[in-house]
């Protein structure tokens, strides 16, 4: 497992933005997929974006495409995403997670270590 840890959240206007990181506790950073959940309350855990273990594919939720980007910095065993032209309704506990699968699933179930949260609030 590895040992995820977020930062970045905080409240903002609509039309702002905001950069989450996640920093991975492992010497194999390059070979994980990283990807991007959130959860609203009362709502269920959904997809945000994922990047391949190279970050040489990348997926993301139609509701935050063209919006959102994720990256990763190989060297630094962090993967970011820069969330611009923010809206209300991307208000939600953001989750950062991790697996070796090779791919850029969008299957929460596929990820075996998650880190713990960072809150994201926008203000309309």
């Known amino acids: 497992q590895v040992q995820l840890v977020e930062s970045g959240g905080g409240l903002v206007q609509a039309g702002g933005s905001l950069r989450l990181s996640c920093a991975a506790s492992?010497?194999?950073?390059?070979?994980?997929?990283m990807a991007w959940f959130r959860q609203a309350p009362g709502k269920e855990r959904e997809f945000v974006a994922a990047t391949s273990w190279r970050g040489g594919s990348t997926s993301y939720a139609d509701s935050v495409k063209g919006r959102f980007t994720i990256s990763r910095d190989n060297v630094k065993d962090t993967v970011y995403l820069q969330m611009n032209q923010l809206k209300p309704e991307d208000t939600a506990v953001y989750y950062c997670?991790?697996?070796?699968?090779?791919?850029?699933?969008?299957?929460?179930?596929?990820?075996?270590?998650w880190g713990q949260g960072t809150q994201v609030t926008v203000s309309s």
């Open positions: 997670a991790a697996a070796m699968l090779g791919r850029a699933t969008q299957n929460p179930d596929e990820y075996y270590s």
């Open positions: 492992t010497r194999t950073f390059s070979s994980y997929t």
